[in-house]
């Protein structure tokens, strides 16, 4: 079949399963949007406000489907617009496909109008970018983006399309989707290394990160806890792969992880690491971290090992294979006291939450929508003391339930990826924690949501100052508030309004629950503004580079 | 403790490649202290000799994050004691009529060749070890050098060590 280079990837993709994307038309990509006008019937096309909210709806979509997210932008302005999603989706390993178009070749490297090196800029955040210079290459190139993107440890993949390719004819030929392949073959000598090292333990922690949730282990992370009998402590990735209720969930350990989960990890004697990659925040003072505790690393990726913290024992490959071989091996460990050691760890005082809730606050403004929504609806953030807080307070019930940006800390992620998350959910209710600064970077896809009648719920914990930066100035720079007081006056019901959104704004425990009972069975968009103390703070803290013995309780 | 290794990988021989390489080492803030690369026996197919520098924790830092670009279809560590090593230098170097024999002489014991000459310089090409180019730079440093440049080091291994290419690598 003789198609246009556009048909052909619009071939693709379909061809790929794909059938919802996300993008902003432009010059450069006006055929590819010709030929999604001709096969609308089969995939759904999101426009959004602005090309970074595509990128943050791509990667919310792939984060609560598990598969590649796309994102449709053009050339120049159109592709840089993309790079903190780009960057973003790479830091947090999420599968996307970022196609861009450019100028015609004959007009590459002349700073034609709109023409920008966006192969040579999303190099080092991409885990692998193609421009295409032959038409007859596209289809096998976005097969092979798809499949990239998608297998070992996901990552976003960008094709940057001239657009004299997308005019030229090519011979469509058909192909099977790709599926995710997990041919990694699992070495024997380093399981047998692992199993002899969890024997050898008395007092095992496991620390689960956002690799157990990609490889969709979390039954297998659960029976490992409960064979070993020991704790498990998450990085904020790892968080919605355990239930908040399992008898052996500490929380999330690491600079603001709880209590417990930072304690009992400092009284073990073996860290069970798997699908993490030991980010500074998580570890705290690396050197104390390693010091008098032996570390098992198992992580899809052989370059994660020993890159931060250096393992005693590793193993690569997927999780959830390795998990089951671990599983099916025996394993067990020491017999000891740890699990009463634990528990006395959990319900100590120092595990408490320090902030009450029996008035409006962060903490019980996210356990009142936490009572009211069901184990599998999604819940998206933002960037700041309000992410840390949902972290903290909202009781995380499924795997891919929650959306939130992880590595790059991306203020502005929250509103593109929430409305992601509802198309990936078939436009089930989705909640969006933020605060009135990550509210004010990409509020524009508040119209968004409204075109498409999504059920997106939004919070914003409205402190009226830049909180955790605040913090930080209150802790570590003596209260001098550098430009973190804001003097906006945005009325955010009335500016919910005007989108065409339902807005509220509440000041009390009481005025919450209702405007929640509310917001929460409309079929479209809402916001609630949220008044919180600009002094509340996301504790425990322990400060950058510290350890158990800094650790900061209270305000 | 920090030291000198040499690193052989096999790239696509595609655009961007040197820069997907190079910018890695950027990024990371591996050193590069030598780069050399050039078409193989397969057309398909670049080689890039990096002698680079770092303590074993770098070096297997770099391996592995190397190993993660999709056009690196292979990287091998050249140990010290079973590759052949070798870089061509160009000298011109001050040559006036009574320092010639001298500098012919020099030339000779290095086995290095003149190519090129005028009425006051001589151009030599000269190829071996680093330590070989160095101490031969050492000794024709008294009579001037006007212009100098190196290849950078490239390597392959002694007797049937065979680089190959992966193509299907799951990364």
New interface residues.
């Given amino acids: 079949m003789r198609l246009k280079g556009a048909e052909v990837l619009v071939q693709v993709l379909i061809e790929q399963g794909v059938d919802c994307i996300f993008g902003y038309p432009g010059g450069a990509v006006l055929d590819i949007y010709d030929a999604l006008y001709k096969a609308q019937d089969r995939i759904r096309h999101v426009t959004t406000c602005h090309e970074q909210g595509a990128t943050h709806a791509a990667d919310g979509y792939a984060r609560v489907t598990g598969r590649p997210g796309v994102v449709i932008a053009t050339s120049g302005p159109g592709a840089t617009n993309l790079v903190t999603g780009i960057a973003n989706a790479y830091l947090d390993s999420v599968p996307l496909v970022a196609i861009t178009g450019n100028v015609a070749r004959a007009l590459i490297g002349r700073d034609s109008f709109q023409e920008v090196d966006i192969?040579?800029i999303t190099?080092?955040i991409t885990?692998?970018n193609y421009m295409v210079k032959d038409v007859d290459r596209l289809a096998d190139t976005v097969r092979a983006a798809f499949r990239?993107a998608a297998?070992?440890?996901p990552g976003p993949v960008l094709i940057d399309i001239p657009k004299d390719m997308q005019t030229s004819l090519t011979e469509y030929v058909p192909a099977a989707p790709v599926t995710k392949?997990n041919?990694?073959s699992v070495d024997a000598a380093s399981l047998d290394a692992a199993l002899a090292l969890i024997a050898s333990s008395e007092r095992p922690y496991i620390y689960s990160g956002g690799g157990v949730v990609i490889s969709d282990a979390s039954a297998e992370l659960l029976a490992l806890a409960d064979r070993l009998d020991c704790p498990i402590g998450t990085s904020m990735m790892g968080l919605s792969a355990v239930p908040y209720d399992n008898p052996h969930f500490l929380g999330m350990s690491g600079m603001h992880g709880g209590y417990a989960a930072s304690k009992a990890l400092s009284m073990a004697d073996l860290i069970i690491a798997i699908g993490t990659r030991f980010s500074d925040r998580a570890t705290g003072n690396k050197q104390a971290y390693q010091t008098g505790r032996k570390i098992l690393h198992i992580d899809i990726?052989?370059?994660e090992?020993?890159?931060n913290i250096?393992s005693s024992e590793s193993v690569v490959g997927d999780v959830k294979q390795v998990l089951r071989r671990l599983l099916d091996a025996g394993v067990q460990r020491k017999p000891s006291d740890w699990a009463e050691q634990v528990h006395k760890v959990k319900s100590s005082a120092e595990s408490r939450p320090e902030m009450p809730n029996d008035r409006l606050n962060p903490r019980s403004a996210i356990e009142a929508v936490n009572a009211r929504l069901r184990p599998d609806d999604v819940v998206a953030t933002d960037v700041g003391q309000h992410q840390l807080w949902t972290a903290q307070y909202y009781h995380f019930r499924r795997p891919r339930t929650f959306v939130t940006s992880g590595g790059l800390g991306t203020m502005g992620y929250g509103f593109g990826a929430a409305i992601g998350a509802c198309f990936g959910r078939g436009k089930k209710r989705t909640v969006l924690f933020t605060s009135d600064g990550s509210f004010h970077m990409n509020m524009n896809e508040m119209a968004t949501a409204v075109s498409h009648d999504l059920p997106v719920l939004v919070v914003v914990l409205n402190n009226r100052v830049l909180g955790m930066v605040r913090q930080w100035q209150t802790l570590f720079y003596e209260n001098r508030f550098s430009n973190t007081s804001l003097a906006r006056r945005t009325n955010y019901a009335a500016l919910a309004d005007a989108f065409g959104a339902k807005g509220y704004r509440v000041e009390s425990l009481e005025a919450l629950n209702n405007a929640l009972d509310e917001a929460l069975g409309l079929d479209g968009p809402a916001l609630i503004d949220v008044c919180i103390d600009c002094d509340d703070k996301v504790l425990p803290m322990i400060p950058p580079g510290g350890t158990i013995e800094d650790i900061i309780l209270k305000g | 403790m920090e030291e000198r290794f040499t690193l052989s990988i096999l790239v696509s021989n595609e655009a961007g490649v040197l820069t997907r390489v190079s910018s890695l080492f950027g990024r990371r803030g591996y050193n590069i202290d030598s780069l050399s690369v050039g078409e193989t026996e397969n057309p398909t197919y670049s080689r890039m000799t990096i002698l680079s520098r770092g303590d074993v924790a770098t070096r297997d830092q770099i391996i592995k994050q190397l190993q993660k670009l999709v056009d690196v279809k292979s990287v091998a560590l050249m140990p010290p004691d079973n590759t052949v090593l070798r870089e061509l230098m160009l000298v011109k170097v001050n040559a006036e009529l009574p320092t010639r024999a001298q500098i012919q002489q020099i030339v000779d014991v290095f086995r290095a060749k003149i190519v090129d000459l005028s009425p006051s310089s001589l151009t030599i090409e000269i190829t071996g070890e680093k330590s070989k180019l160095d101490a031969f730079i050492a000794n024709i440093v008294p009579y001037g050098i006007l212009e100098l440049c190196r290849t950078g080091v490239t390597a392959i291994g002694r007797n049937s060590n065979i680089l190959t290419g992966k193509e299907d690598k799951e990364i």
């Fill in positions: 192969t040579g190099m080092p885990k692998h990239l297998s070992g440890r392949t041919n990694s990726d052989a370059a090992i020993d890159k250096v």
